[in-house]
């Protein structure tokens, strides 16, 4: 007689282990659309910031910025757009992250940046512009 130590259990199907929030599962369908929302309040106060780093985050490929140069960009509007939906936003770390975001376009704004899209001079200058309206920083 066996224990059931060499026992093989076969899982017709998707198994998960530990924390699947908000996940979505499509299985053994030939056409899938899903859809998921996830909105989260903003701070009050800090409404124009997330506007304002929302808008550039959106626009950010349109620049032509060398890879680096927008990857950093998108991890600091991120990490803006985190803080500011806290319930008690830190000032310290929203400054750091507009003043991160402001030089990269402040230096294609400046037209130091080679290789960067048509009019992408124009859409930074307006966008640091936009973000230099928020505040000091």
Known sequence: MS????????HHGPVFHGDVK?????????????NQAHTEQVAPGFEDVARVVADVLGRLSDLGLPAAD???AAENAHAVLAEVV????????????LTAIKGTLAQLAAGLVAGAADGSTELARELVKSLGQLGPG
């Open 3 to 10: 224990d059931g130590a060499d026992a093989v259990t076969n």
């Open 70 to 72: 927008e990857r950093d």
């Open 22 to 34: 908000d996940a979505q599962l499509a299985w053994n369908n030939t056409t899938v659309i899903q």
């Open 86 to 97: 806290r319930p008690e936003p830190d000032p310290g770390v929203i400054r750091r992250g």
